[in-house]
DNA sequence: CTGCTGCCATGCGATTCTCGCATGGTCGGC
DNA sequence: GCCGACCATGCGAGAATCGCATGGCAGCAG
């Protein structure tokens, strides 16, 4: 007879609930599906592991709790709630309700596709607190590392990323070409960079290496960058005078004015760039991530080799 | 592999925490007697319990808590501090704090009995909340039956008492004579009440059946009833102007005037009154309960056979 | 690049717990 | 005085849990 605390059970606590209740051991057996006997024993052991003295009086008919069961009731009822609640915590976090998530993106990203996934999230998710950071995928990536951010919103043009981040692609951005409404080639919903190769073009950077010109950069299409911007404000303003034709890729084609047409580059002529969710390898994203993500797909969906406003 | 919840232990939540706290399934181990092995079972218990997703992220170096178990976090640690509670409650009950306390007496154990018991268990159990009820034995018994009562001190005059209660002897009542201060007794200290049977009497009826005289009469003490009187205040003023004797039982001799004498009866002439406190037969009685009926007999044995006043 | 080290997962056998079944004891009622 | 309701308990089967030993994986030093 171990009269000693080995660890009370919930189980003990849920029958003894059932027969302060019921009044009964054999009712109480009834209704949780045990035999007397076992109901009989766990109060036995729930009686031993609280030490002496019992909690109920065995009458004649059925048993009354003793004053200790008294004092014991109102406990067992608190634990049991709280083992209620963390269910309720656990399933309200698998639903994604409540708790924060912080997100970092790269600013093109910041231009549509955050934005639209924030309030695809916001509203399902009306819970949870989300803040969105912008920076470049290098310093995101480490933000991460240091536990300051959940997700990153990453281009893949930065170069190898760190086996250390579990990457998962959100989109293939296409790739655009942006020309005045009145040029020869206006009215096409498809060309080839060949075709442009002798326009002045409008880029972020003279060095072509540091432009999204860079990898279409081929034998057939050596483009000469004559005005240089970095806002796409500016470049619009480039294109709707006529002066040069710009590229630009799907996720900063929003809201594009209406003397500007967008015409799709054909897919061998420039790679997509891919766009990743990253999070930190080996650790598991919170559940409001995960949900992110989701939305991110299919937000990024309508980027990916489509025009906007056909 | 049972995903179902069979019921979680609270042995699980306790490794939980101190593999939280520690970082390290093996140093929780070491800190609770365990072996790595059963810390990681034990984990493995709990995340299957709780249901899809794991509460750790397993590390090369140590683990850390997902996000799951950074919200499992709080609520296992109120949980565990519930089930501290419960230990508390019964550790204070059994050390008699808190709770409240229900007795019954009859009138005369209220004129000195009860009073300084109840001041002794207020001193010693300040927290419990305690209220005293006079009636008569009977009326007092009817309570309990009906947990109105906790406790009943009744007396023996009341004849059988059922075995539905549990009486506990408090105190053997002595009986004194009270003589008045000129009387020709009155510097013994012990007298038969044959040497009091031509005495006038005051008692409490005519009928000595009714009365404290009744167990007292035999072959040589009839004693004559020459005043009626219930209150022992007026009693003593028939004794006290010399008109009459009486006989007083040592509950009620507390605070005699200085003018009146109290002799002690011989033993054989009238049988001591016994004081029980009751309780109901098969219950097991409120914890203060047993603290007052230990003070009752403290404070009882003060009345058993001794002079209150040499 | 290879071996070492630290850490968690897992197969195995022994122990303990817990269950259901059947039985015994006690009390109240017809 | 027998019967029925109810709780306690001996017993054997099955499940849970433990420790021990081992395996797998990642990081680190030589």
Redo the contacts with the bound molecule.
Sequence with gaps: M?TEA?EL?T?WLRVFLAVARLG???EAARTL??????V??????LESALGEGALFD?L????APTERGRVLLPRAEAVLAQLEGVREDLTALREVSGGRLRVGAFPTAGAALVPRTVAAFQERHPDVELTVAEGLTGALLGRLDRGELDLAVVSSTGGAVPEAYALEKVVDEAMYAAVPAGHRLARRRRVRLAELADEPWVSGSTATERSLLHPAVREDFRPRVAYVAAEWIAKQGYVAAGLAVALIPALAADGVRPDIRLLAVHEEDIPPRAVYAATLRGRTPPAAAEAFIRLLRETGARFGRRLPRP
């Design positions: 171990s080995h059970s189980a009964s051991f054999t599906g045990y035999t007397q006997s076992a009989s024993r766990q109060i036995q052991a065995r004649p008919r059925g048993v």
